[in-house]
């Protein structure tokens, strides 16, 4: 594990990236305790107020700290993300290895018809979803989840496929081993790597989702300071403070990004073995 | 490529609409305990609930919706619009043709900026270029859509006021005004379609600029450009078309998003509208058409790559 | 006379992130016009980096740290980027190793060579196409008009070869470097590669580099052989001196691991009780999808007999089945027929028990891929100890077993090199003290002198435990020194089995003969 993060850190992508994310953890877990001001409080004496030493990031249409609000609403999105994208990889999976230890026609006719419902854009089909069971924040993680499974299940399905390839679980399977031997001790550490990269970036996929669906008064809803949400109100004060309208749409820009990076870096470190 | 190869890749796309017709229903009508209910809210009155069930059908049994539903649907009926109570599918395919427009501007403005970009990018590989690309790059795939839409209408609009930030022209009315309406959506559905389009670019680009063949044809003592021209953009230009397919997809959900913020009626806002409205027909026509749209354009990449690449089999 | 082509006293370093590495060093070779130089070395010597160099095309990290490169008068090094687009090609051309990804794929056969001819040669396009045509046929294939239409997948490796090897000799250079030419061609289309470049070096003059692996084959092509090691020339003599009279101690090592039928290592006879008998073998791969149709079947009705401790050699090209078999025996692959052993018979991978997959072991071919690269070596060598009820603390004895040290046993698979990730990879098969081993080309991907090595094990360890080998390879040379007897297969059939000494008998099949003829001894 050390030395995974030491190779991660090698290249600066690596370093930002896992910064950001320990950050967001931060935020997550304390945003709440470190924020200056409540997140609800409203000062109306200091409406739009620019950003200073009172509002370090300003104030929005009630006075309410920016700063305080992002703090608070870290916990509000990024867990939510990594909920939906969890739930999303793991039936994935289970679709992914299934049809590809079943091999032969059900394998192509489990792919094709897992191609077919990719057909439906992510965005549409969490919109589906979530108009069916409802808005609000949960109903949108189980949307987010659902809509990511198919994509997640290609990706596990050729993972899987090339690892039952490598000569090591040939000669398990020649050796005599129990299929579950062969599944959880040979196969699965092989294919959890790759699965955990593509998992992560998807992370960032989740973040922006979730903010979409919040921007669009279908996930989180008011008064909780979800970063989408904070965009969406801050539109129509656009031209009149930018920084109501800035900080939340950086805050989300860096999620997606510091998960990103985490995932690329993933990649680069789990995969040249020797140094060239 | 034979002809059995495209029949089956025709029936593939068949396929894939009646598994979308299947879930597009289960998740909207079938699913709902009680999809009156879900759509005239909670204080419906018990007649309301049961007009609307008798209108919709919902008190068949869910096979039989289903091939009701199916069946009207092949010949271009959706029903009506609980709104507006006006046809569904004509409603819906105007909406379409203005998306359209929208994306093919976007698509045709990505193509021109992107694949140049990630191929210069790509032979600039680890200079400063290439390194200032990738970095514009990452930002646009890690802004959603709204975020990107939203800045760029706030920057934009101040330096260049002429450019309305919401409505939309119909180019067949005045061209000129239909024009500056669809500058800003183009130009924000472009800027995160070209950091999409243009990793791609750059990483295709440079598994040629690596590949043994184009390492043979410059050993061969051939002139640099003759390398590039002849070798690299012929191989590096065939997975745009893998490419654009991909983004058509993300371009269809991103247009919902687009469309709701510039307030352009395209089929994305049709349907927002009709989502937040409860309008079950229109949902149900609305994705219908979205999937299907994928649909085609997936088969369309497919037969005009299978035409161009020689090295695959096609039979 | 000027020597066509001089190098003087080169070196050249790689810089990566774990440090300078050397790559070449005090490298001095001259070769006169119309002579061929074999360039032999093993992996990690450097000898692909001094062609590369030759042709000016060495990596961002390489740094050259001494000497000249002179090619007839120019100093290679001194060339700008457009100096070199005229000497590539026009002076010095090149053939590499692996003929299939050399050629574009979206171009035709036709353009690739038309456009070295029209830049090296002066010609138009109509002329160019004339001479090209001419120049296929020289080099034996046949219609080569069709073939300039064709674009490269639809010609076979071989014919890629000679293509690019026409379109080498076509722009008449001095020099011409042959990077390992056949090592990506199977036995027979490489010998035939290797005898039209015998023919043509002798029709055009033309001086060659010629780079390999390969020591015994050198000296039939080469007129002179420079052995490199660890990028160093350790020795240099005329070719058919340099097999009966070497000098150097890496050269005479080099030697003794080249195979020779005519060297017998193994010189028992086996018994005659029958280990395993399979009858009527097919292989199926594949499945039907939803509208394919299932491939056709790799074998074809194979019969094989395997008697207690024999070792009984599968050769064949690739597209043989002789994996196909090893497969099917392991209960790795769908088959057909019947296998009898030990009294009983199994019809496929289900009626395979425990004592059976206990007694019948494999090796596989690639190092990289047999050993879980999540697994230290001493779990992996202690599963079979666990599965067959062995004890976990035998592991020790197990590495010392296959002549590695014990405390290999906390490394990770990465961490070890082909050679001893192969050592492993057999002691796990022996963990379970089998009454078969197949070994299906284990040694193929490995130095010449490594396999020797390998081979040494092996038969020590069969006449340690008396285990019999199914050892399945495409090097007849080195299957004769060990096997007793021998399978031949071709396109899924088995074509020839003969007992070792049968081998020079008039009965011969006549694809075992082309066999032969192809897997020369050396010279000297």
Known sequence: MTELLQRMIRKPQGVIGLTLLVALAILCLLGPWLAPYGPEKMDFLGRFRAPGWQNWLGADQFGRDVLSRLLSGARATVPMALAATLAGSAIGAVIGIGSAYLGGKSDEAIMRTNDAVMAIPGLLMALLLVSTLGNGAGNAVVAIALAFAPGMARVTRSVALAVRNQDYVKAAVARGEAAAHVIFREMLPNVMGPIIIEATIRVSFAVMLFATLSFLGLGAQPPASEWGLMVADARQYMHRAPWILIAPSAAIALSAIAFNLVGDALRDALNPRDDR | MSFAWLLRRLLLMIYTVAIVCVLVFAITQALPADAAQTLLGENASPEALAAVRTRLGLDDPVWLQFVHWVARAVSGNFGVSMRTGLPVAPEMLTALSRSLLLAAGSLALTLLVAVPMGMFAALRQGRVADTATSVIAYLGVSLPEFVTATVLALLLTDIVPWLPATGYVSPLENIGLALRHLALPVLTVSVILVAHVMRMMRSETLDVLQSDYVRAARLKGLPERTVLVRHVMGNALLPVITIVALDVGYLLGGIIVIEEIFAIPGIGRALMIAITTRDLPSIQAGAMIMATTYAITNTLADVVYALLDRRIRYD | ?524
């Not at chain 3, 093993?42 to 590369?52: D, H, I, R, T, V």
């Not at chain 3, 299906?440 to 991907?445: C, G, Q, V």
Request: charged share 20%; net charge positive.
């Open chain 3, 1 to 524: 006379m000027r020597a066509a082509l001089t190098i003087d006293n080169y070196g050249l370093d790689y810089l990566t992130a774990s440090g300078v590495v050397p790559v070449l060093r005090d490298v001095s070779l001259a070769i006169a016009p119309g002579e061929v130089l074999g360039l032999v070395g093993e992996s990690g010597s450097g000898k692909s980096s001094l062609a590369w160099a030759l042709m000016r095309h060495l990596p961002a990290n390489a740094r050259e740290i001494s000497g000249s490169l002179q090619l007839g008068d120019i100093d290679l090094q001194s060339l700008t980027a457009k100096q070199l687009t005229a000497v590539r090609g026009r002076r010095i051309g090149m053939v590499f190793q692996d003929p299939s990804t050399a050629l574009n794929p979206t171009l035709t056969i036709g353009r690739q060579i038309t456009e070295a001819l029209m830049r090296h040669r002066d010609l138009n396009a109509r002329d160019a196409k004339a001479l090209a045509i001419e120049l296929l046929g020289h080099v034996e294939l046949r219609d080569p008009a069709a073939v300039l239409r064709r674009y490269p997948h639809e010609i076979s490796g071989g014919e890629k070869q000679r293509v690019i090897i026409a379109t080498a000799f076509g722009c008449r250079p001095d020099v011409i470097l042959f990077d390992e030419p056949t090592t990506a061609l199977d036995v027979i289309t490489g010998a035939r590669i290797i005898d039209l470049f015998a023919r043509l070096r002798a029709e055009t003059g033309v001086a060659a580099l010629y780079i390999s692996h390969d020591l015994a084959m050198m000296t039939r092509v080469a007129d002179r052989v420079a052995v490199i090691r660890h990028g160093r020339i350790v020795e240099q003599a005329k070719a058919s001196e340099i097999f009966s009279r070497p000098q150097h101690d890496y050269t005479r090592s080099l030697i003794a691991a080249v195979p020779r039928p005519e060297r017998r290592l193994v010189h028992d006879i086996p018994g005659t009780d029958v280990l395993l008998q399979a009858r009527g073998i097919e292989v199926q791969y594949g499945r039907a999808g939803l509208f394919r149709a299932a491939p056709p079947p790799a074998t074809k009705a194979v019969d094989i007999d395997i008697r207690a401790g024999e070792i009984v050699g599968v050769v064949g090209e690739s597209g043989s089945g002789k994996s196909s078999i090893a497969r099917a025996l392991t209960g790795l692959a769908r088959f057909s027929g019947a296998i009898s052993f030990d009294g009983g018979t199994l019809r496929g991978a289900g009626d395979m028990g425990a004592g059976y997959r206990r007694d019948v072991q494999i090796v596989f071919q690639h190092p990289d891929s047999s050993l879980n690269p999540r697994h230290r070596i001493g779990e992996i060598l202690s599963r079979p100890l666990k599965l067959y009820g062995g004890d976990t603390a035998a592991v020790p004895r197990l590495l010392e077993q296959v002549r590695l040290p014990a405390s290999y046993a906390t490394r990770w698979p990465h961490q070890l090199s082909g050679g001893e990730k192969q050592r492993v990879a057999i002691a796990r098969a022996f963990a379970a003290r089998p009454r078969l081993v197949i070994c299906d080309e284990i040694t193929a991907p490995l130095d010449v002198s490594v396999q020797a090595q390998i081979i040494d094990l092996l038969l020590a360890l069969r006449a340690e435990t008396g285990a019999a080998y199914l050892f399945i390879t495409h090097d007849l040379n080195l299957i004769r020194q060990i096997a007793h007897r021998i399978v031949v297969m071709r396109h899924g059939q088995l074509v020839d089995s003969r007992a070792i000494d049968a081998f020079g008998t008039d009965d011969v099949h006549p694809y075992t003969r082309e066999l032969m003829a192809a897997s020369p001894a050396p010279v000297g």
